[in-house]
Structure formats: structure tokens, C-alpha cells
């Protein structure tokens, strides 16, 4: 009674590389496909077809950044941009469009392959976390439902990814205790995926533009400075 395959979807134009990254997956019981250029790739990650997307930036037609804005705005299907540009900025460009993680060429394979199984885990505890009967997280102003992944604010259905869902969750199901960048990254990401906290500033910064009035003077996630981060709900904020 095996499992079925996990379907990753590999957007890269040099065909070589793409093509070792196939034959890796598959060695380790994954199903692959190549995308080559950027629309090929946006469609099919569109697709609903796919578990994962592994994504190059630098790709003929539109962009490995297009590709993760477009896709990231549609779908959950989580996103590891596969990168030779080493710059920072590049890193939170792409983290701030929507990618789960982000790992430089040349990079070894069991790096790619630990990464892949650590999101992949992390996205099953979120769909069994679907299974089990709603929970109704009420705040005052912001509902979650964690059935549908559904964030309501003021009646209004907010559109989340699901890693932006898991952090608001894990502070708001706190109510006013400070997590630390450390402990968020472990309760949303997972204990050995991704070694950098800036992916929770990031993460941060993008749920505040979709949630707060002012994203520059939240109300809602706060910052407890060089602690880190806490929700407050509208029923204690300050007038
Ligand atoms: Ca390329």
C-alpha cells in the first residue's frame, strides 16, 4: 500500500539541469516534470496538478518572480525558488512574492531533497489539521476558520497563503503571548526547514499588508521589540 507519488513541477530553462533534478526526484520516489519557460511553467503550476514547485528565476518569457507572484496569488501550492543569484535582496523579493523557501545553485541534491520533504510534511499536518471538524478561531474584528483556511476581517475574506494562515493562526491562537522569530519558525515552518529568520520578518510584513488599516502602525501583529512578535485582538486594543 504505497503512498501515492508526490508531483513536482520543475521550472528551469537550461534543459540539463532540470533534467538531473528529474532523475534525483525520481530516484527518491517523486514524480517530476520540466517546465522550460516561464509561461509553460506558470500555467502548469496553475495547474492544480502539483504538490511542489521547484522555480528558477531567470527564465525566457516571464521571470521566475512573475511565475511566483502569479502562482503565489491563485494557489497554495508551496514554491522553493532554485536560484544561482546569491543576492539577499533577491532572497526576500522572492520570499516577499510568495515562495516557501529559497536554496542557491550549485546546492546539493540531498539539500533540495531534505527541503522538498520537510514542506511537504509541513503542508500534510496542515491538510489533516483540514480533517478534523472546524475550528472557529473569533478575535473580535478577524475570524479564522481552519477548515477552509478562510481569514474573515470585518466580514471581508482576506486571501492568505498558507504559511501567512499558519503564522496569523499561531499568534492569534496565543492572544497577546510573544513568540519569539524562533519559536514561529519552528511552529509555522517546521523544525528543520529553512534556517533563516528573516523568512518570519518577511512573512510578518506581507500578512501585515493584507491585514492591517496601516501596515506601517499594526494593530493586530505586533511587534515586542528584540522579542519578537504577538497578536492583540481588537476586544484589547487601545483606543
Ligand atoms: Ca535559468
Known sequence: MSEE??????????????????????KEEFEATIALDGNTGLAEGLSGKYDLILLDLMLPGLDGYEVCRRISEKSTVP?????????????????????????TKPFG?????AR???LLRRNRIATMEGGVPDE???TGNIILNTTRYDVLKNGKLIPLTIR????LYCLAKGNGQIFSREELMEK???YEYFGDIRTVDVTVRRLREKLEDDPSQPKYIRTKRSLGYFFQSSENQMQ
Open 164 to 167: 501567512e494562515f499558519d503564522l
Open 79 to 103: 514554491i522553493i525558488i532554485v536560484s544561482a543569484k546569491e543576492d539577499e535582496a533577491d532572497k526576500v523579493k522572492g520570499l516577499e512574492l510568495g515562495a516557501d523557501g529559497y536554496i
Open 5 to 26: 507519488k508526490k508531483k513536482i513541477l520543475i521550472i528551469e530553462d537550461e534543459a540539463s539541469i532540470a533534467e538531473i533534478i528529474k532523475f534525483n526526484l525520481e
Open 116 to 118: 522538498i520533504r520537510a
Open 136 to 138: 472557529i478561531l473569533n
Open 188 to 190: 509555522v515552518w517546521g
Open 109 to 113: 541534491i540531498r539539500e533540495l531533497i
